[in-house]
């Protein structure tokens, strides 16, 4: 029996904070949660943590993650991450606090999955995409990681092995991301005119023909000529070049991603699994069709990324209508790295205008901050209680994805032994962590 004693409990209900509550834990139960605990119990514990100053939580469900799985990664199913690297992005996500982690990489197969679980402590579960449009839109633009065993593998097959979730729909790289702007503009121009340009005038090159929402009927020559001669592309490209490079590299793409949507969409209603859609700019559109397609759990994956503060607010509260949807706050890395997203504006309007249902890191590179971190801000800043915040990243993800964390989420009497105890109220300091009732990490180390 492990004894966690007088700390502040935030039980993950979305309503419970007990203060100088204690928590005890037998094999890989939580056995009690009280605030007023029997004296003698403190005899029988094999070890016990003084929890003063602290809290204990229930560990976190990060249910958007990359590159956490021996096998493919994105939606562009590209090579494989190396051992090493994955265990790192492992290690990073455990030691933030999450105790379940959801690769959202849908192309690995059931057997990485068990594999990478062998080698790590965290509870790793998995999505699947594994269907003949989001092959296909893969290998538009990639595709490099798809080997065999990953284009025999079905959605069906996976979910009868173990995924919980069909998803990652979409993303970047499919959607006209980085990617474009990287390599295939840049590629095309060079076949077309001999010309090397870099990324930034390629950008300017799609932003012009398509818009930030991608769309052919976005298209106007003279503001193409105009941004040609912005980015110094007039003296080799014309307007309608621009136009065929763009529609050739960008659009072709784009729409097999969109469609992939809605094949995911028929499919998940059909099975009744819940299905996670990248939610950005360039698919409003179509998460929007989707959502009205009658899918029973339908999770708009990062609804605050890429997208102004006002334009997020507003699509996510128009998405908020239709019935099954979930919308998902992404954290990214605006308190660290500040690389991917700088400011964490949008996630605090989320905070404030009660908009998520529930967090999660996404991939930011690699250098996602963590839930427990956004959470603290967002409770410093008095947009979100404490007790509501943490529910975003425990309770909620395990009712939004049953599967994802069964008998996990809450302290709770007979839940499954899943705690975590940080400082307090810097609940992203995190000081132990418990998985199945197993020490597996203390002070930013794992120790088992
Ligand atoms: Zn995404």
Redesign the pocket.
């Known amino acids: 029996m492990l004894l966690l004693k007088n700390g502040t409990v935030v039980t993950g209900d979305g309503k419970t904070i007990m203060e100088k509550a204690s928590v005890i834990i037998k094999g890989d139960r939580i056995a009690e949660v009280t605030d007023c605990l029997d004296p003698s119990v403190e005899n029988y514990a094999a070890e016990v943590f003084d929890c003063a100053g602290k809290a204990i939580l229930p560990g976190m469900i990060n249910h958007h993650q990359h590159g956490v799985v021996f096998g493919p990664v994105f939606a562009s199913g590209a090579k494989p991450y190396e051992r090493q690297r994955v265990m790192e992005l492992l290690d990073r996500n455990l030691l933030q606090g999450h105790t379940t982690v959801m690769n959202v990489d849908g192309f690995a197969t059931m057997d990485e999955v068990r594999e990478t679980q062998k080698a790590h402590p965290i509870r790793i579960k998995t999505a699947t995409t594994h269907t003949p449009v989001n092959f296909e839109a893969a290998f538009r633009c990639d595709g490099a990681g798809l080997e065999e065993k990953h284009q025999a593998m079905t959605v069906e097959k996976m979910l009868e092995e173990g995924a919980i979730c069909i998803g990652?729909v979409?993303?970047g790289h499919t959607l006209g991301g980085g990617g474009q702007d990287y390599l295939y503009i840049p590629r095309a121009v060079k076949k077309a005119t001999g010309r090397d340009i870099d990324y930034l005038q390629a950008r300017a090159m799609k932003l012009s023909v398509l818009g930030r929402y991608m769309e052919e009927s976005y298209y106007d020559r003279d503001r193409v000529a105009q941004a040609l001669k912005e980015h110094g592309l007039d003296g080799f490209l014309t307007p309608e070049q621009t136009r065929e490079i763009v529609l050739q590299t960008t659009m072709a793409s784009v729409k097999v991603a969109l469609e992939a949507y809605r094949e995911a969409a028929e499919l998940a209603r059909k099975l009744n699994v819940p299905l996670l859609i990248?939610n950005a700019p360039t698919s409003m559109k179509t998460v929007h069709e989707v959502a009205q397609m009658g899918v029973q759990r339908l999770i708009a994956?990062?609804s605050n990324y890429l997208f102004t503060t006002e334009e997020a607010v507003e699509n996510t509260k128009k998405l908020r209508q239709y019935p099954g949807v979930i919308i998902d706050a992404a954290v990214h890395d605006p308190f660290g790295a500040k690389r991917l997203v700088t400011v964490p504006d949008n996630l605090f309007a989320f905070f404030k205008e009660g908009l998520a249902d529930v967090i999660s890191t996404?991939f930011a590179a690699g250098s996602f901050d963590s839930m427990l971190e956004a959470m603290q801000h967002g409770v410093e800043r008095k947009l979100i209680g404490l007790a509501e915040a943490v529910a975003l990243g425990t309770k909620n993800v395990a009712g939004a994805i049953p599967g994802i964390a069964p008998n996990l989420g809450l302290l709770q009497k007979g839940y499954t032994a899943d705690v975590i105890i940080t400082a307090y109220p810097e609940i992203s300091k995190v000081e132990a962590i418990f998985i199945g009732g197993r020490l597996v990490a203390r002070d930013g180390r794992r120790v088992s």
């Open positions: 990652e979409g993303g990248h994956a990062h996404d």
